[in-house]
């Protein structure tokens, strides 16, 4: 059932690093919300799909080897976020990834109600764990839960580890996380709508601190 967040609109940006339960969460937080959950992959997927201007570009980029400037993230993004089911709030996940984009993502919802930042965080040797041995369905690919024991929930394929999860593999992934993220994390934890959420729980408490935090934030952005 949607919880009541008082009037005006709620915007979420959704933190935290590779194997935090990120995804999980902004899917579970938008569903309870009904609002729609904007990642990044999926702006791209779309973006190329539609061939715009800016899903032409990004393609020619990423044929190319190349990463995205911010840029072309932004401009992404944006156009995403004025599509009309975002313009009622929306839960953004993999975005921003950099000061810069923080800061213009700051232009784009000016006037359209709070922004709340919840970062979700995990020890750095719990991610380690959690990463090195995750799974994906053989057949279908989707990322296997950890509550899953037997076969894959999706489809009833075959779970195998993921080929590209050595542990220090995941350790250059964790790092890079770390050195882009946490001057964004600066920027947004001296506002009263930023909260840290202990992500070393199950996913389900997890989740209920999402939503007391979520209700926290408006509440104090609301009392400004
Ligand atoms: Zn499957």
């Given at each position: ?126 991610l380690v764990r959690r990463l090195a041995t995750r799974r994906i369905c053989g057949q279908c690919g989707v990322n296997a839960s950890v509550e899953w024991t037997g076969a894959c929930q999706k489809c009833g394929g075959e779970l195998i580890a993921r080929i590209d999860d050595g542990v220090e593999i995941v350790r250059e992934r964790l790092k890079i996380y770390r050195r882009q993220t946490e001057p ?41």
């Amino acid at each position: 059932m949607p919880v009541s967040h008082g009037d005006g609109s709620v915007n979420v940006v959704m933190l935290g690093p590779p194997g935090a339960g990120k995804g999980t969460q902004a899917e579970r937080l938008a569903r309870r919300r009904q609002l729609p959950k904007i990642s990044t992959g999926d702006i791209l997927r779309d973006a190329v799909t539609a061939g715009t201007e800016l899903g032409r570009i990004a393609k020619a980029t990423m044929d190319a080897g190349n990463l995205l400037s911010d840029d072309v993230m932004i401009g992404i993004v944006g156009e995403r976020l004025n599509r009309p089911d975002a313009t009622g709030g929306f839960v953004l996940d993999g975005f921003p990834r950099t000061v810069g984009q923080a800061t213009a993502l700051d232009h784009m919802v000016d006037g359209r109600g709070p922004l709340v930042v919840l970062d979700i965080v995990v020890p750095e040797e719990v991610l380690v764990r959690r990463l090195a041995t995750r799974r994906i369905c053989g057949q279908c690919g989707v990322n296997a839960s950890v509550e899953w024991t037997g076969a894959c929930q999706k489809c009833g394929g075959e779970l195998i580890a993921r080929i590209d999860d050595g542990v220090e593999i995941v350790r250059e992934r964790l790092k890079i996380y770390r050195r882009q993220t946490e001057p964004l994390v600066d920027y947004y934890s001296v506002r009263p709508t930023f909260r840290s959420i202990d992500g070393n729980q199950p996913p389900d408490i997890v989740t209920r601190q999402v939503d007391d935090a979520l209700l926290d934030a408006c509440r104090r952005s609301a009392a400004l």
